[in-house]
């Protein structure tokens, strides 16, 4: 059982790493790759403090685990009831936690950081969510607006969910890894009235809409919103923002407020240790993902239509922090000027994380 700032990270290390090995072999030994995952899930945390939360996230490819863990009966296993909702971008939900409508929200690092960073925010990062693969995270023109390369992006507005955050870093960073002054090109920001659609935030599932609309020159879109923009709309891809210095670039994460994690220790170990079987299912079992976001258990409901789950590129899912990885992240918003100054972030880190996953080593398979 953990006791309230009892936390080691060589104990995180070890736990998760059991884990992982678990949920690696209850994949290639069950249908759906969890069977065994959720069968071996009560663990021996001690009661939770709290055991219905609302948790907001991003409906977003980033957010697999969390879904799958959802999907697959994870969280209930754990004797929590999940209450989610959608977060149309990191600032809402951020907004949503710090006024307690939210014990925890999944999204974008960027608006995390900027918020610990520079509003000096009480929140801390308790585990990542996805890390960026091919065709993830890409950049989208209509056939209609003949743009066929970056340079012709010049004046032009591009899209992206909210601004100066994660889409727009990868854009810039694209850009400029292509030559292209990232001053040149036009995004979104609060002042922007053009239309309803373009208050600085564009919620993702409207996205698409807009690009065919003619309100953006282009836009940056994440999976399953890229895959349902090519097939509803003939969007066509212009760049992969898988490249350069934003290659495998750590997207997102979960975090909470310190208050809470500090008044909540059993009810935050029981929700990680859902969502690492989630992240562990999500990494090695395509099918567990897709059947997800066909809208089953408390997914995007109707969503994401089965042809469309079938074709959408999938991140990575990793389990825990890597601090060294989410460093790249302050250091590129550092790079294009989203800090005023290189931000260490450990800072926003839980300071110790001796997260118990000995029940499911215990378990076997």
């Known amino acids: 059982m953990i006791g309230k700032g009892k936390w080691s990270h060589a104990a995180t290390a070890v736990a998760l790493t059991a884990v992982a090995a678990l949920a690696a072999g209850c994949s290639a030994s069950s249908g759906s790759g969890s069977d065994s995952i959720v069968s071996s899930m009560p663990t021996n945390y001690g009661p939770a403090e709290q055991t219905t939360l609302n948790v907001g996230v991003v409906p977003a490819m980033d957010s697999a685990g969390f879904f799958v863990a959802q999907s697959e009966g994870l969280f209930a296993k754990e004797g929590l009831t999940i209450r989610y909702s959608p977060a149309t971008s990191s600032e809402t939900a951020i907004t949503q936690q710090l006024a307690g409508k939210l014990q925890i929200s999944a999204g974008n690092y960027v608006s995390y950081v900027q918020a610990v960073a520079k509003q000096h925010e009480p929140l801390e990062i308790v585990s990542e969510g996805s890390v960026m693969q091919q065709g993830a995270q890409t950049l989208f023109v209509m056939p209609s607006s003949h743009i066929t390369q970056l340079s012709q992006l010049k004046g032009k507005?591009?899209?992206?969910?909210?601004?100066?955050?994660?889409?727009?870093?990868?854009?810039?960073?694209?850009?400029?890894?292509?030559?292209?002054?990232?001053?040149?090109?036009?995004f979104p920001t609060p002042q922007d009235k053009a239309s309803a659609a373009?208050?600085?935030?564009?919620?993702?599932?409207?996205?698409?809409?807009?690009?065919?609309?003619?309100?953006?020159?282009?836009?940056?879109?994440?999976?399953?919103?890229?895959?349902l923009a090519e097939q509803q709309f003939g969007a066509v891809p212009l760049a992969d923002l898988n490249q350069g210095a934003?290659?495998?670039?750590?997207?997102?994460?979960?975090?909470?407020?310190?208050?809470?994690?500090?008044?909540?220790?059993?009810?935050?170990?029981?929700?990680?240790?859902?969502?690492?079987?989630?992240?562990?299912?999500?990494?090695?079992?395509?099918?567990?993902?897709?059947?997800?976001?066909?809208?089953?258990?408390?997914?995007?409901?109707?969503?994401?239509?089965p042809q469309i789950a079938a074709v959408m590129s999938l991140d990575t899912y990793p389990i825990g922090i890597d601090v060294t990885r989410l460093q790249r992240v302050a250091n590129v918003m550092y790079q294009f000027n989203l800090l005023s100054s290189a931000y260490n972030v450990k800072n926003m880190i839980m300071p110790s994380q001796d997260f118990n996953f000995s029940p499911f080593s215990a378990a076997g398979t």
Not at 158 to 185: C, T
Not at 214 to 221: C, F
Not at 251 to 275: D, M, Q
Not at 280 to 293: G, H, L, M
């Open 157 to 186: 507005l591009i899209g992206v969910n909210a601004p100066q955050n994660i889409d727009y870093l990868l854009g810039v960073s694209v850009l400029k890894e292509n030559g292209i002054n990232p001053g040149s090109v036009k």
């Open 198 to 227: 373009l208050h600085g935030a564009i919620a993702f599932p409207v996205m698409g809409q807009d690009l065919a609309g003619g309100e953006l020159a282009a836009a940056i879109m994440p999976e399953p919103f890229a895959s």
């Open 246 to 305: 934003t290659s495998d670039f750590p997207i997102e994460g979960y975090v909470v407020t310190k208050a809470w994690a500090a008044a909540n220790p059993n009810t935050l170990s029981r929700f990680l240790a859902a969502l690492s079987a989630g992240q562990e299912i999500a990494d090695t079992n395509r099918s567990a993902v897709e059947k997800a976001f066909e809208g089953l258990d408390g997914a995007p409901k109707g969503q994401v239509p």
